[in-house]
């Protein structure tokens, strides 16, 4: 995927890239306290890393962590790049109005207490704090929890133990708890972050703003978003509709449900729409709709792996018939089709099953979770020689010789398990370039054998490193695949280019 | 829950007991091949621990693993209670009628090759195997993998790493990938199987004799079902009707979509209805209709957990505004209410938490996920006190100091992390008699370290010994309560006695 140009006003890039990319922090609001959140902000950005000029500021002065605490941001030896506020509400304004008379490029505000409170005061004093903004520098916040920018050297907060490897993912979320929870959990779906922010009440920044520089970053090739509430109705579906035509968007909107609006009018002050009017709208413009932070990130992974894959015919490797009906059955309820065989195909691999019990039809189903592997190896082939289906789905199927014996299957086997068990799904992948995807069960030791659990991680990394995405039930698999697929084909029915 | 009655025919209950409860074993094709499927069972059984007496049949006769191996049923010295039988489909009717003319009182078939075949051929054979059954003993198959009864120390195929411990949740699968999946999985999700049996073709023994045998089986407290196509709809439904006015059942039907209709076809030789009809008709019955075996699990889970529990009103504490608005949402869709706290508990909830950024209201927002211990006691507490909630449930607030280590959160604390903190939820529930469910994450570190994932165990395994269901997601966790409530809510709105 090549990288896209800037999506359209070149500023936003310009004015946001310091938020991602600062060359000097400062964190105001600091103390001798280590438990403080200026201070474990502070200390978070040294052990990740950050490689810029850090200016921990606080009236009190001195010196921490050994760096010298400035007594101001007027007493800063530069105007800094990234200003990271941590002050209590009613002196915000007056921190922001010295950080824009010192010519600081971007702030974020982490402090709650403006309008999210529902009260006049609060309200008031967010309309004080935005009256600061001049179009010469921006706002974050308030309200959040942040960024996190590996490749930029900056984290979150509390953001110490995130990766530090960058990947092709950006998050952009109105809560800053989500937000945490996705930096945290990338790397167990087989994906890195580009870029993950928080951005809280959005009173100056908002989600259109991070759309815009989203699709104008070129280390951003798949967005994601949890919204709770956007200001601009019209233009964040103007903006959906360009961005997206070049990157899959990715949205979960949160506060859909009565209930769950009410929750949101507290958290961020935002007014939430009807699940219908959203999910219709999201689809028109052609980003994905979701759920829930589990199908946020499925969804993600999916998209990382199988990139611009649009076709419908999946084969299903599995081993038991209910199984194979279940999956069918969920393939359906995603517009997939598992097409039948061929009596060529569907004759090779039937020579490699056991006679009775096994099916060779597509679904496959192998019989039994520890088929030899030179028989997985023959049927994998075969389905992926057919040229019948279009990418291969292999489930339940136990592809490690070590979780085998952990499972009490070694001895079941005829066949030594070779070391190679692991790498039939992937070598296939390769030797055909057909798309592999492995559903890797959880749960699988009754008596919680951590053993089991670290082998079935161990095995994930694996896939993921070799580029095939692992989900843990059909259900997921499917779901994921079925967003991939059905984005990839918008507009072909209506004979429109995507 | 008072064990009850013998729901209708004792008769079933007795021609079933042998199954599960047999003094005497036999199983039919053995091998010096220790990978043939008729000695790893024999191997299951001896390892598993079956008590009573052991015969291993084979032609070839001679000795296996300590054992007279016999060469026919004919040849025992008594009549068994069960025999397994791993022997050709085309073999199978003779043997069969061996066992009927020895006395056995019941069989299980494992092998295919019969009816779901699709052919002449199979069609003709179990017709064939079926002519065999006078009344007089009862076969579970063909085409399944047996049974798991721990109280009677007979396990399936495979099923040797089971556990030992008995519970109060029965699964009756038409699948047996499916039954072994159930069976490996339900400790984990913090319950025992009483007995796990999948039944394949239900050319004999079917679903109905077996919700009638659990329905009288007074170890059963709970039912659990996969089925693809249930033989005859009207007694199925009359029965579901009569024992799950005990019991509660819950019902996965697979084969439910065209597609998923096909695959079932050619597994069990079944015929599917369609989703709307079955999903009416389980609801009509008062049966819990639900849609993958994660929900099974989950739903049992919560069964098991709460019982009897029928109130609306659910507390929900949890870190991070975003996460408060998500879990809104999915309260509401499973008809679950979060009522706004009075002034007065909010007053107290308030005063625990930090003045800006947190949320005493319900859902309570502890703003981040490691708030001091005594604070977090003394929000469960106000709620508890407060009789504004029914039951509470405990998000994303990381409840044990271990993990707060490895999540680098330990030092944000400006409180020691006491040795209670695991155990404030547990303490809540036992003094104020409130039913407590938590919600552990998963993927909570994202460099996969291991250490994180055998805590993460430690602390699921903790909590459901203590009688606290534990769930990944929030949404699993509303799904699962919903499930609970709305079936012990049933009737009482068009004022049936339930």
């Known amino acids: 995927m090549a990288s896209p140009p800037p999506q359209s006003s070149p500023s936003i890039y310009e004015q946001l890239r310091p938020l991602f990319y600062p060359k000097s922090v400062a964190v105001v609001g600091v103390s001798q306290d280590a438990w403080k959140p200026g201070t474990t902000m502070l200390r978070a950005l040294q052990r990740f890393g950050f490689q810029g000029a850090l200016y921990p500021i606080s009236n009190r002065g001195g ?82 929890l942040g960024l996190y920018c590996p490749s930029g050297g900056v984290t979150q907060h509390p953001g110490e133990g995130y990766p530090r490897k960058s990947g092709e993912v950006s998050f952009i979320a109105q809560s800053g708890g989500i937000s945490e929870d996705f930096a945290r959990a990338t790397p167990n779906f087989g994906f890195y972050s580009s870029k993950v922010i928080s951005y809280g009440n959005a009173s100056d920044v908002n989600e259109c703003d991070l759309l815009e520089y989203m699709g104008a970053d070129p280390e951003t090739k798949i967005i994601t978003m949890y919204i709770e509430g956007p200001r601009n109705g019209r233009k964040f579906a103007r903006l959906l509709k360009a961005v997206g035509a070049d990157k899959p968007i990715i949205i979960w909107k949160g506060g859909l449900t009565p209930q769950g609006a009410l929750a949101a009018g507290s958290h961020t002050g935002s007014l939430a729409g009807s699940l219908e009017v959203w999910v219709a709208l999201l689809r028109q413009v052609g980003a994905v709709p979701v759920g829930s932070l589990e199908e946020v990130l499925d969804t993600a992974a999916a998209f990382h792996f199988l990139g611009g894959h649009r076709d419908l015919r999946v084969g299903y490797v599995c081993a038991g018939g209910g199984n194979s009906v279940a999956a069918a059955d969920s393939a359906y309820r995603t517009g997939l089709v598992l097409p039948r065989l061929s009596s060529e195909t569907s004759g090779k691999i039937a020579a490699l099953l056991p006679p009775v019990g096994a099916t060779s039809t597509n679904p496959v189903d192998v019989l039994a979770p520890m088929p030899a592997p030179s ?124």
Not at 72 to 94: M, W
Not at 102 to 126: P, Q
Not at 425 to 450: A, C, H, Q, S, T
């Open 63 to 144: 010196e921490l962590m050994g760096l010298q605490v400035f007594p101001s941001i007027a007493a800063l030896p530069e105007a800094v790049d990234l200003a990271f506020l941590f002050v209590p509400a009613p002196a915000l304004p007056s921190v922001v109005r010295e950080c824009r008379e010192k010519g600081v490029r971007t702030v974020v505000a982490f402090t709650g207490g403006f309008a999210e409170t529902g009260t006049e005061a609060g309200r008031a004093l967010e309309a004080e704090l935005l009256a600061e903004f001049d179009g010469t520098f921006r706002m974050v916040g308030p309200n959040c």
């Open 375 to 498: 028989a997985l190896k023959g049927v994998l082939e075969a389905m992926a020689e057919s040229g019948e289906v279009d990418l291969i789905i292999v489930d339940r199927v136990v592809l490690s010789s070590e979780l085998r014996k952990l499972m009490n299957y070694s001895d079941q086997s005829p066949e030594p398990d070779e070391p190679w068990l692991s790498d039939i799904p992937i070598d296939v992948k390769k030797r055909f370039g057909l798309p592999v995807m492995v559903v890797l069960r959880e749960n699988l030791d009754p008596n919680g054998n951590v053993m089991v659990e670290a082998e079935r991680l161990r095995l994930r990394r694996y896939y993921q490193e070799n580029e095939v995405a692992v989900y843990p039930t059909p259900d997921r698999a499917f779901r994921a695949l079925g967003h991939v697929v059905a984005h990839n084909r918008r507009g072909s029915q209506s004979g429109e280019a995507s």
